[in-house]
Structure formats: structure tokens, C-alpha cells
Nanobody, 122 residues
Framework: QVQLVESGGGLVQAGGSLRLSCAAS????????MGWFRQAPGKEREFVAT????????YYSDSVKGRFTISRVYAKNTVYLLMNSLKPEDTGVYYC???????????????WGQGTQVTVSS
């Protein structure tokens, strides 16, 4: 049973930083990409960033490019999302997920965590 557990969310002022973590367990054998999505109240869940199994390939949404950095540590089966220069529009529940390969499409991801709340005050 694959499990993903996010942590690191919280309340921060605009311009501040947060680092989210997502620990994966229950995987065996095959490689997988990991991604972050977010969902603001009343809105669809949207792609934020993804990283390949090797860590060499990353993609970001245009809204976070240059401010957020995704990375992974294999020894800990963990993926991180470092968020700098946060804006109020970054507020939402952040979810991590796994997919066979990097993708910006929500439908490509098969396992999801429960999410962690990020609130950016103006």
C-alpha cells in the first residue's frame, strides 16, 4: 500500500518562504515521478511542479517558475517543495502525488497524499 504524507504547511506573510515535504512509503521495484498540486477554495486542483525519478527533469507551472524549487532525496523517499517569495494567490491545500513519469496532468498521477494547508497573508 503506497502512502504519501505531506508536512510543512502553515501561515506565512507575503514575501516569505516555506518548505513542504512529502514522504513516500510502500513502494517497491519500479521508478516513479513525484509532483505537487494545489487547490484553492472553490477552484480546481492545479499542477505546481514535478520531478523525475532521477531528479534530472523538473517542470513548473508558469505561476511558480522562478519562485518554487522541487527536489527529491532518494535515501528518505522524500520530495520537497521550497517556496520563496510567496504571494496570497499561492494559498491553498498542497498535495503531493506519484506518477509513472513526469507530467503536468492531474490524471497521470495515481497516488495522492492528504494535503497540507498553506496560507499566505497580505
Amino acid at each position: 500500500q503506497v502512502q504519501l504524507v505531506e508536512s510543512g504547511g502553515g501561515l506565512v506573510q507575503a514575501g516569505g518562504s516555506l518548505r513542504l515535504s512529502c514522504a513516500a512509503s510502500g513502494y517497491s521495484g519500479s521508478s516513479y515521478a513525484m509532483g505537487w498540486f494545489r487547490q484553492a477554495p472553490g477552484k480546481e486542483r492545479e499542477f505546481v511542479a514535478t520531478v523525475s525519478w532521477s531528479g534530472a527533469i523538473t517542470y513548473y507551472s508558469d505561476s511558480v517558475k522562478g519562485r518554487f524549487t522541487i527536489s527529491r532525496v532518494y535515501a528518505k523517499n522524500t520530495v520537497y517543495l521550497l517556496m520563496n517569495s510567496l504571494k496570497p494567490e499561492d494559498t491553498g491545500v498542497y498535495y503531493c502525488a506519484t506518477a509513472p513519469a513526469t507530467s503536468r496532468l492531474r490524471a497521470a498521477y495515481t497516488n495522492w497524499g492528504q494535503g497540507t494547508q498553506v496560507t499566505v497573508s497580505s
